[in-house]
């Protein structure tokens, strides 16, 4: 009996199912962004790691031994992405259409940091610092190739006319040094014994401890001016937190 009556209910249900799948299905391509919209189906993404920053170059090697299929594919259409944005390249010999010995492609690598992790917190005002990953140094790049010509292009700039310019005395530098040797597991929601909570939390992430009792610590600055000095002094103490 109880079997004749699920059987008889099933067919509204599933119609119900359908109905709601089919509105998910409306938001979801009408009006969200999900943050995969570079992902594209039938299109191949070759993984680079990278774990230091720097100028990497692929060439004629490398990129035949990432896929045999790379070496057909018109360098014009090349696209890079990093963390769901497509990236600049410079790519030598894309002219012609085809990647030959002797062309390659440059990007600018940067390691990963924290700025995928700030929507694991509570709070995005949780996060301490978004300069350090939790998890991982190593951003992943993915090469891939559209079927029509990328714009994200670096094009080559010479200028050797030196005549008549002066070159200034200083410039405007960063530096972030960012102390990791220890891990604060967060401020507990509870302030009970246990900090071991699913959630991240106030201030998780790695840090640098420092006491009252330790009078000073290093930090190491390139050569600048003093007035530069004194700014960069303000920025330490400003980024110092309790
Ligand atoms: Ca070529």
């Avoid at 299109?43 to 090697?61: L, S």
């Avoid at 070159?167 to 220890?182: A, E, K, L, P």
């Avoid at 009078?215 to 920025?235: H, K, Y």
């Amino acid at each position: 009996m109880y079997i004749q009556l699920r059987l008889a209910h099933m067919p509204k249900i599933t119609k119900y199912l359908i109905l709601i799948a089919g509105l998910v299905l409306v938001s979801h391509t009408s009006f969200s962004q999900t943050g995969d919209e570079w992902i594209v189906d039938g299109q191949e993404y070759y993984k680079i790691p990278v774990g230091k920053e720097g100028i990497y170059k692929i060439d004629y090697a490398n990129l035949t031994a990432l896929g045999p299929a790379l070496e057909n594919v018109d360098p014009r259409n090349f696209q890079l992405f990093r963390n769901g944005q497509e990236q600049y390249i410079y790519v030598q010999g894309e002219q012609d259409g085809s990647f030959d010995q002797g062309d390659l492609i440059e990007f600018y690598g940067q390691k990963n940091d924290g700025t995928l992790e700030t929507k694991l917190y509570k709070s995005p005002s949780d996060q301490p610092h978004q300069d350090y990953s939790i998890f991982t140094d190593t951003s992943s790049y993915y090469l891939t190739w559209s079927s029509s010509p990328s714009s994200k292009r670096y094009s080559a700039y010479y200028d050797n006319n030196y005549a008549g310019k002066t070159s200034n005395t200083d410039f405007m530098h960063s530096v972030i040094q960012v102390f990791t040797s220890r891990y604060f597991a967060g401020i507990p929601i509870n302030n009970d014994a246990a900090q071991l909570y699913s959630e991240y939390t106030g201030g998780e992430g790695f840090h640098k401890w420092v006491w009252s009792s330790q009078g000073q610590f290093n930090v190491a600055l390139p050569a600048i001016t003093i007035a530069r000095a004194l700014e960069a002094f303000e920025e330490i103490k400003a980024s110092i937190k309790d």
